[in-house]
Structure formats: C-alpha cells, structure tokens
Nanobody, 122 residues
Framework: QVWLVESGGGMVVTGGSLRLSCKSE???????MGWFRQAPGKEREWIAV????????YYRRSVEGRFTISRDTTDNAVYLRMDSLKPEDTAVYYC????????????????WGQGTQVTVSA
C-alpha cells in the first residue's frame, strides 16, 4: 500500500497556475500514478495519469493541454502542473496509484489522502 500526501493547492484567479505535489515516503515503485479531483456536489473523477511502463500520460479531455502530470522517482513525488485555470477546476485534488477499469482509471487501493483544495475565482 502506498501512503500519499498531497499539497500545493490554493486560491488563484482565472488564468492562473498552480503546481500540486504528491509525495510518498515509501516511493511509488512501478505503480501507474494518477490525479483525481472532486468538485462540490460531484463525483470524484480521474484527470491525469502517468504510466510507469510504457511511460505514457493520459488526460481527461477537460484538462488536456492545460495540465501536465510528471513524476520524479528521486524525490518520490508526482506533480500536477495546472495552467490556464478556470472556475470549473475548483475542487479537492487527490493522487493515487491507479489501474485501468474499462475506459476509466481508478484508485488501485481505494484509500485516499486528505487531498488539497484548489479554488479558482472568476
């Protein structure tokens, strides 16, 4: 089981940028890693995935071209760079080790960290 801590959230205006961090003391090993978010009143959804092998990335259409997922095995961290933020990006953001389930990516362990809040004002 991989224990993860998310950080880097905050309040920005439309068009702003943030970089979220997800760190694990035990490292991510060879896990595929993903970022999810949950907006008020909505279900949690995956938004970005970094595969270990092959080293591919995948994005939900609503964030493609604006968000970039990356991983640093030296620092045991996964990052989410978010540019051109919109009010609809307001949510709590989580990271997790993931696996494919049909056309979706899901949390491999179903355990979640505390997440980090991102608020984008108009």
């Amino acid at each position: 089981q991989v224990w993860l801590v998310e950080s880097g959230g905050g309040m920005v205006v439309t068009g702003g940028s943030l970089r979220l961090s997800c760190k694990s003391e035990s490292g991510f090993s060879t896990n595929d890693m993903g970022w999810f978010r949950q907006a008020p009143g909505k279900e949690r959804e995956w938004i970005a995935v970094s595969r270990w092998r092959p080293p591919l990335t995948y994005y939900r259409r609503s964030v493609e071209g604006r968000f970039t997922i990356s991983r640093d095995t030296t620092d045991n961290a996964v990052y989410l760079r978010m540019d051109s933020l919109k009010p609809e990006d307001t949510a709590v953001y989580y990271c997790a080790a993931v696996r494919k389930y049909g056309q979706q990516w899901i949390n491999k362990s179903n355990n979640w960290g505390q997440g980090t809040q991102v608020t984008v004002s108009a």
